[in-house]
């Protein structure tokens, strides 16, 4: 039976009471599984987020606790700690509490106010953080994001046989992958952070001379963004199967058995060389638990089938070249606007070129991350086939309900673990029943008080309403509104439609290529959805409170990106 609180929650702390599932929910989407957070999260990125936080001169080591409460977990889902952001605003010169959680959380009711207290000032760190602010301003790379991607490649590309290693090996393997998670999380923090300096300038410049609409413009379309790139891959596959009727027949006749249609093919290889590329990605892709496209070719399959009924004029470069010319006309337009105030002129050009660098670089870091997530993904799950085929497990994914801790005891016993490791498979798979609360103020509510999903009473729709959320990606359209919950089942989305959900991940980005725009329940102007829709060229509004309850499958709905508004224009 589910307790009140799940193995692995944390406890909000004096210091660090206030927690949000504002752009935490395109991280970790689901209830994490034991065995993701207590290996590849508490001992890798928990740490690694401390030492990002303490060296990019937020806070000092001390002043976290043991553990560091760098992010909430309350009944298995992931929060971001709202003090945590906050104090960079609080520290940072120019900025504010309040700036902050604009820029990384949802304006959502319930968000509580900054409350100041006496250790938070510091002018040690404010004058850290000034020098930080002038390296990331007066930067356009970031180098140790570069060199973790040799890395990750290289960790890919020398995997051993998985096959052929003892269980101990597969477990070594696992657990060395957690060091250089500190590591590439760290970085992670930094692109992070950092990308939010060249954006808040260049918005709040615009804002001020009355152009805030170009704002959103001006920090988008900035080329080679590791998310947009798996959708540029999946868009060539796709012109492979329109283009070659021998691949389109495979593709005709569905999902079970495709993998053999195309076996020996020229597609197959090339399908193989995407795997390898993007293999680690795939939906709640922090959790090694979950599916990626190497080990679910249903994904693929699933995106690659919509996206092959797009017509070429949706092609991903040609929007992105509309987009980058549009946003280089942007940026001298307003540059000559300002070329009679030098200081507000070079603020202004230092943060457009910030904003594309470090966005670029915030992408590439999660994929750094993803990548080393993946080979803990794929070590755990080779254990798990093996001792579900040896009946020592009820399933094979019952293994990722191990904790760390437990590892080298499930190695002496394998058996005598079967029944626990079913019933926190049971457990963890109630838990994904329940509806988080969006902000967690010093004390989490029991388990048996978190409400159902869909259990709400949302308020009703009509013509003419108007929702508002989070001006993401600038851009009007009128559509129709899809409702999709699972990237593994876009079927219900046609060429052209809008893509509403709760929240988007990498994965989710094929699917935005068939989308005429994106409307997400959950999000800011730093979060996935918000950066692909600007990369791609599509209206993006985030935060649009219980948008998939409210707005209707299949309702005429128009999407400003720049305003922030979806307006309801007919019910279906």
């Known amino acids: 039976m589910l307790a009140d609180k799940w193995i692995i929650d944390r406890t909000p702390t004096k210091r660090f009471p206030s927690y949000t599932r504002g752009n935490a929910a395109d991280v970790l989407a689901d209830p994490v599984s034991p065995l993701g957070w207590s290996l590849c999260w508490e001992k890798g990125v928990v740490l690694g987020c401390k030492v990002g936080f303490v060296t990019f001169g937020v806070f000092d080591h001390e002043d976290y606790g043991t ?71 007066g930067s356009t790379v970031h180098p140790p994001v570069e060199q973790q991607k040799v890395l990750a490649i290289k960790i890919r590309a020398e995997r051993p046989n998985l096959s052929q290693l003892s269980d101990a090996e597969l477990v070594a393997r696992a657990r060395s992958m957690a060091p250089i998670l500190v590591e590439t999380f760290e970085q992670h923090v930094w692109s992070s952070l950092g990308a939010s300096l060249g954006p808040g300038a260049v918005q709040a410049i615009t804002a001020a001379i009355g152009r805030p609409e170009d704002g959103v413009r001006l920090i988008g379309a900035v080329g080679d963004v590791d998310s947009a790139l798996i959708a540029i891959d999946l868009w060539d596959l796709s012109r492979t199967i329109r283009s070659t009727p021998e691949i389109t027949a495979a593709f005709d006749a569905g999902f079970e058995g495709w993998e053999g249609r195309i076996a020996g093919t020229e597609f197959e290889k090339a399908l193989n060389a995407f795997k390898l590329k993007h293999g680690s990605r795939g939906p709640n892709e922090w959790d090694p ?43 001298a337009e307003i540059s000559e606007a300002l070329a009679s105030d030098a200081e507000t002129a070079g603020m202004f050009a230092a943060g457009y070129a910030s ?31 093996r001792h579900a085929a040896a009946g020592n497990i009820a399933a094979e994914t019952d293994i990722f309900m191990l904790l760390e801790a437990e ?166």
Not at 104 to 130: I, M, Q
Not at 307 to 327: C, I, M, T, V
């Open 67 to 137: 553990p560091p409460e760098t992010f909430g977990l309350f009944g298995g889902y992931f929060y971001n700690s709202l003090m945590q952001a906050r104090l960079m605003g609080v520290r940072m010169p120019g900025a504010s509490p309040e700036a902050v959680d604009a820029a990384y959380f949802d304006a959502n009711p319930d968000v509580p106010p900054y409350v100041a207290e006496p250790w938070h000032e510091s002018p040690a760190h404010e004058v850290k953080l000034g020098e930080t602010m002038a390296y990331v301003m």
């Open 289 to 331: 638990a979950a599916h990626s496209y190497e080990t679910n070719p249903r994904l693929a399959f699933a995106q690659l089938d919509r996206l092959r009924h797009q017509s070429d004029g949706s092609d991903p470069r040609a929007a992105s070249k509309r987009n980058g010319a549009e946003r280089a006309r942007l940026f």
């Open 355 to 385: 904003a594309a660098g470090w966005q670029q670089a915030r992408e590439r870091c999660k994929t750094n991350n993803i990548a080393v997530i993946h080979e803990v993904r794929v070590a755990i799950a080779e254990l798990g086939r």
């Open 407 to 572: 590892l080298d005891a499930f190695l002496a016993n394998p058996a005598s673990f079967k029944a626990t490791l079913t019933e926190r498979a049971l457990d963890h798979a109630e838990l994904a029943t329940l509806e988080p609360p969006f902000i967690v103020n010093g004390s989490v509510p029991p388990l048996s008080q978190w409400k159902r999903r869909g259990a709400g009473n949302y308020e009703t729709v009509k013509v003419g309403d108007v929702l508002t959320g989070a001006a993401c990606s600038a851009g009007v359209y009128t559509g129709k509104a899809r409702i999709i919950l699972d990237p593994f089942d876009p079927s219900g989305l046609d060429a052209d439609d809008i893509l509403v959900t709760l929240n988007t991940d990498p994965s989710w980005t094929p699917l935005f290529l068939a989308a005429g725009a994106v409307v997400v329940n959950l999000g800011a102007v730093g979060s996935h959805a918000s950066i692909v829709s600007r990369e791609l060229g599509i209206p993006c509004v985030a935060s649009v409170t219980d948008a998939t309850h409210r707005i209707p499958d299949g309702a005429t709905i128009t999407v400003d990106g720049a305003a922030g508004t979806i307006t309801i224009v007919a019910l279906p």
